[in-house]
């Protein structure tokens, strides 16, 4: 018998690269990247689905600093 605190239902947290402070947009190559070096069992779970739920996903926000300065 196992414990499991999940529910059936529950789908895992999408996220969006696009929001992650980690993507990192690079001029020299006209591009945008991840900047967290990922395992290859990461890397092919990114890749192969699209409901990846990135555990290193931190939302960017440009303007926390402001926030601890006031």
């Not at 990192?24 to 890397?43: A, K």
């Not at 996903?57 to 440009?62: A, K, L, P, S």
């Amino acid at each position: 018998m196992t414990n499991n605190n999940k529910k059936k239902d529950e789908k895992p947290k999408v996220t969006s690269c696009d929001l992650c402070q980690y993507y990192i947009y690079d001029e020299e190559d006209d591009s945008y990247f991840c900047s967290v070096n990922l395992d290859e069992d990461e890397m092919y779970r990114f890749l192969s689905s699209s409901n990846y739920a990135c555990p290193y996903f931190v939302m960017y926000d440009e303007y926390k600093i402001v926030r601890k300065q006031n």
